[in-house]
Every structure is written in C-alpha cells, then in structure tokens.
C-alpha cells in the first residue's frame, strides 16, 4: 500500500513511524512532513488545506490511503476532495468534521443523539454571555465556538476574565463546569461500525501540578492503569453509536477518526469535547502500543468498511510521552534556536524521539520550529518504568529557553505500583 500522511507535527511522525512499521506499506510520503518524518518518508512541501494541491500529490504518487492528521485540512473539506477523486482517505468530510470545527454544531448532535455532555448555551453577545455564566455559576468555561488548537477554551474562578474572553471570542459557548479525571478515548470509525483505540491521558495545563494557561497537550500516556472496567463499553453505548447514527441521520456519515474527550463525573462519564483527528500527543502513546498494522485498518473506514468483528492487538506494558516546548510557549514560543542532544536521547533504552515543532538549519542542524518542539516517548513493562525512560530521555536534550512538565503519568505511576 501507497500511503500519504497529511499534517507535520508529532502526531504526524507518530502516524508515520506507525505505517512505516507495518508491512503492507510499501511506499510512505507526508506532507508537509518534518525532519522527523523525512527519514522514514518522502516528505512533499504542499500548502495541505488545498484539496486541489493534495489530490494533484496524492495521485501523482498513487496514494492508496491518505491519514489526514490535523483539523485544518478536515474542515477545509480535503477529504470530501479526495473521496471525489476515488482516493482513500482517513478522515472525516468537510460537514462530519464539523464535529470538532463547531462547539455549537457538536453541542446540537450530542442533544439530539442523548449523549451525556455539559449543558451549555451558545452566546452571541454579553448580555446573553452574562446570563448564562450566572446560570452555571463558577467555575466558568467560555469556549470559543469556532477552532482554536484546544487554546480557545478558557476555565476560570473570575467572573471578569471569563467575561473578557468571551468578548474577545466573540460566539462563545458557555457550560457546566465538570469535575473528574480526563481521558481521551479515540474510536476508528466507517461511519456504522466503530472501533474503539486505548483510552489515554493528556495534560493540557503548560505546568507542573496543572498550573498555567491550555496548550495544546503537554504529555499522555496509555493505558489508564486506574480507568473503571467497562469504561469503554458503557462511551461506545451512550457516547460513540448514537453520535456516529445521528450523524449517519443527518447525511454526514462520520468516517475516520472520532476523539472522545471526556470528564468521569462522579454522575459517570460526559463528553467534555469531539474532535475530528486524532489528539495530539495522545496519538504518540496510543499508536505506540498498537500491535496490529494500521495501514489496512485506517483505509477500511473509506474502502468497503470495518469488519464489525475487528479486533485491535496492543502490546503489554506502557507508553509516556513528555512534550519538549519552547520558551514561552504557549503565548508566543521562540523559534530558531539549536537543538542538540536527540541522538544521546534515542539511546535511552525504550525510548524514542518525534519531532513536532523542528526544522533543518543548514543540513545537518536542527532547530526549533514551533510551540511544541518534539516529543520524548518512553515505552517500558510498567507505567514507572515508561515514565522513567521518557524523562531520561528528555534530561539529555538541550534547547536553549525550553521546558517540559515533569509530572507526566506520576500519580497514575505511583498508583498502578
Ligand atoms: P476543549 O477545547 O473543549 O477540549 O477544552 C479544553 C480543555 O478545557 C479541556 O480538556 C478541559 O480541561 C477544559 N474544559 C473544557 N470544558 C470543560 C468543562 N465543561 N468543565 C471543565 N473543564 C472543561
Ligand atoms: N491533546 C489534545 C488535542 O489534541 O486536542
């Protein structure tokens, strides 16, 4: 299988270290890939939003399955582009991924499909933003409707900063705030049949101890030695089928990759947010557990459908990615500098590196690129172990200014021993 993973952060390496594991896929490109991405695929400078660019590369190469990474290019509808074409692809079409695109429109499918979630309000001004914050009381959120890479959401005690983001958002949704652990189950979907991944855990806060401003995720792992039994069962049952068969309802039959995130409440699990891709840098820890071949999986959701006996292998043990980000991310991350180290890194037993915000300085050198500069994931027999591998790992890489969380996984480490 020709496969073209669109997208050039770590989730995309993730992708591609994935596909270039499994064996039915004999030829990999990406687009626009990274240096991570560039030693196991050939890498393609397209602008990937641009249905017109991406089926013009996808063809050209013979793609026989296109992963779209990241939300951009969904809601930008390169997937309905693709399908048009004939052109695998996994990835939800333009209106499915609306999912993610609109907090309004995923609010509506949830109520018509009777999924557990926040009850909330769509505002479009301050009086109406004014009324609901009194309705739910504090703490409030105020999420911006439209997409913001997980940075449009704010969660506070202070009536005035939820107030001021709102106004700078302009149509915001306000909610109920939940309370309970956060998991992140994604679940690979034809649009009838759904299979669900490992549930996984992120850390959205920049700092230790989840202090500091949401970014875009800081650090995961999987499993969840601590996720009640069931878990996944009872979100297929009361979350996942009844949104895939309202969407089906509504003529956007959802095919791809559906992110679940949840809040267990003590009155059990509600959907905190969906998105249309999968989460970053949940992806890096889910897939790197995943012992079946993904080629052949991801491209069954746009080719004749999953089996709906598919049953997914993992491997035993754990997986914990710590994410390298630059100074000052994520307000506005210094880019340029050297990064050095990567290679003393990889030699951490059962450790690796992806690369999410790197490009070439020159042509050997690397430097940072972006927000999150790349992420050290660290595999082991135990969560303890996984944990203490990423971190070596992570304490060899130099990068002037830069920073990383240092409690990733360590109370779900601590608990599981
Ligand atoms: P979202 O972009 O909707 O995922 O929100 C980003 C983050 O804000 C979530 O991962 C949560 O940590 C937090 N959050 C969002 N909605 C709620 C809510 N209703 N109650 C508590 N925390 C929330
Ligand atoms: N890590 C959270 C997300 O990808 O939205």
């Not at 449009?152 to 958002?169: L, P, Q, S």
């Not at 969407?247 to 409440?265: D, E, F, H, K, P």
């Amino acid at each position: 299988m020709k496969a073209l993973v669109l997208g050039g952060g770590g989730r995309e390496h993730a992708l591609v270290r994935a596909l270039s594991l499994d064996p039915g896929v004999t030829d990999l490109h990406c687009a626009p890939g990274n240096p991570g991405t560039s030693e196991l695929a050939e890498n393609h400078v397209i602008n990937v939003v641009d249905g017109l660019a991406v089926t013009q590369l996808a063809a050209r190469i013979g793609a026989e399955l296109v992963v779209i990474g990241p939300e951009a290019p969904l809601v930008a509808g390169v997937a309905d582009a693709l399908r048009e074409r004939g052109i695998p692809v996994f990835g939800p079409d333009k209106e499915a991924a609306r999912l993610e695109g609109s907090k309004g429109f995923a609010k509506e499918v949830m109520q018509a499909a009777g999924v557990p979630t926040a009850r909330a309000r769509l505002c479009r001004s301050p009086h109406q933003v004014a009324e609901a914050l009194a309705e739910f009381g504090p703490p409030y959120v105020v999420k911006d409707d439209g997409l913001a890479a997980g940075k449009g959401v704010v969660v506070t005690e202070d009536r005035a900063a939820a107030e001021r983001h709102a106004r700078e958002c302009g149509r915001v949704v306000v909610e109920e705030y939940l309370d309970g652990p956060e998991v992140s189950l994604f679940v690979v979907s034809d649009g009838v049949h759904a299979v669900p991944l490992l549930p996984a855990q992120d850390f959205k806060r920049a700092y230790d101890g989840d202090q500091g401003p949401n970014t875009g995720g800081m650090g995961a792992y999987a499993p969840l030695p601590w996720a009640p039994p069931g878990l996944v069962d009872e979100v297929m049952e009361t979350v996942v089928r009844p949104t895939l068969a309202e969407m089906a309802r509504r003529g956007a039959r959802y095919q791809g990759l559906l992110y679940v995130g949840l809040a267990l409440t003590s009155a059990g699990p509600r959907v905190v947010e969906f998105n249309a891709r999968f989460g970053d840098p949940e992806c890096q820890v889910v897939l790197d557990r995943l012992a079946t071949p993904i080629g052949a999986l991801l491209q069954a959701t746009d080719t004749g459908g999953l089996p709906s006996d598919t049953r997914l292998d993992w491997r035993s043990g754990a997986a914990v990615t710590v994410v390298v980000a630059a100074e000052n991310y994520p307000g506005d991350p210094v880019k340029g500098d050297l990064i050095t180290g990567l290679d003393a890194a990889s030699a951490v037993e059962g450790a690796y590196v992806l690369h999410a915000g790197t490009a070439w300085s020159g042509a050997r050198d690397l430097k940072a690129n972006g927000g999150r500069v790349l992420d050290v994931v660290g595999t082991g027999d135990t969560l303890a172990q996984a944990r203490e591998r990423a971190y070596a790992a992570a304490s060899r890489i130099e990068l002037r200014g830069s920073f990383y969380r240092r409690d990733i996984a360590e109370r779900a480490a601590a608990q599981a021993s």
